[in-house]
């Protein structure tokens, strides 16, 4: 069973709330350009994420609006902004890695910064036509002379989805991925 592969880049969702602090009141993320999947964009805005350490700029947002703002970083990243951030689903950020997100108009202080779950997003109705049906990781296979198995591929059954896999750019980079590529699903092999 083959899935293609999405490269996520540092981002950060956001609550209405949140949004309206950053941007100003009533204000509307933009739309850049869809992402795959439904109902979610790569908005015109960008935020700064500070620590006590460092900052990054020009961090985009992503849309919609949330019920939760999350700071969604790779290990690199953490390391520049001196975070020991924990490897969380996306939306679990309780407990999560303090951080001051800057916009034009304010900024906030939350703990939303994680570093994702590698995860595969499947589509409840080709989940068991696809095999996924009760199972909550996979391995998957990297072919190249970088490659490898990754390990706790959580899968991420919903409704309103489209079937790819995300990771993010450490993982990329380390296993040398492109964005569109097919790697191989493995239901049994386990670390």
Same mark, same amino acid.
């Given at each position: $069973?083959?899935?293609?592969? &999405?490269?996520?880049?540092?981002?950060?969702?956001?609550?209405?709330? %949140?949004?309206?602090?950053?941007?100003?009141?009533?204000? #509307? !993320?933009?739309?850049?350009?869809?992402?795959?999947?439904? *109902?979610?964009?790569?908005?015109?805005?960008?935020?700064?994420?500070?620590?006590?350490? /460092?900052? @990054?700029?020009?961090?985009?947002?992503?849309?919609?609006?949330?019920?939760?703002?999350?700071?969604?970083?790779? =290990?690199?990243?953490?390391?520049?902004? &001196?975070?020991?951030?924990? @490897?969380?689903?996306? &939306?679990?950020? +309780?407990?999560?890695?303090?951080?001051?997100?800057? *916009?034009?108009?304010?900024?906030?202080?939350? #703990?939303?910064?994680?570093?994702?779950?590698?995860? @595969?997003?499947?589509?409840?109705?080709?989940?068991?036509?696809?095999?996924?049906? *009760? !199972?909550?990781?996979?391995?998957?296979?990297?072919?190249? =002379? =970088?490659?490898?198995?990754?390990?706790?591929?959580?899968?991420?059954?919903?409704?309103?989805?489209?079937?790819? $896999?995300? @990771?993010?750019? /450490?993982?990329?980079?380390?296993?040398? +991925?492109?964005?569109?590529?097919? !790697? #191989? +699903?493995?239901? %049994?092999?386990?670390?």
């Amino acid at each position: $069973m083959k899935v293609t592969v &999405g490269i996520s880049a540092r981002h950060v969702h956001v609550t209405r709330e %949140d949004l309206e602090i950053l941007f100003g009141k009533d204000y #509307e !993320l933009t739309k850049c350009r869809n992402i795959n999947q439904p *109902g979610q964009f790569a908005s015109n805005e960008f935020v700064t994420v500070r620590t006590e350490k /460092d900052e @990054i700029a020009h961090i985009r947002i992503l849309g919609p609006v949330r019920q939760y703002t999350q700071v969604e970083l790779s =290990k690199t990243d953490c390391i520049k902004l &001196g975070l020991n951030a924990p @490897i969380r689903e996306s &939306g679990d950020v +309780i407990g999560s890695s303090k951080v001051t997100i800057i *916009g034009p108009k304010g900024m906030i202080e939350r #703990e939303a910064g994680i570093i994702a779950t590698r995860h @595969i997003h499947v589509p409840i109705e080709d989940a068991k036509k696809l095999g996924f049906e *009760g !199972l909550e990781t996979v391995s998957v296979k990297i072919p190249g =002379k =970088k490659g490898g198995i990754m390990y706790h591929v959580s899968v991420r059954i919903a409704e309103n989805s489209y079937y790819e $896999m995300h @990771i993010d750019t /450490d993982d990329a980079n380390a296993f040398q +991925i492109k964005s569109g590529e097919e !790697l #191989e +699903i493995f239901k %049994d092999i386990q670390e």
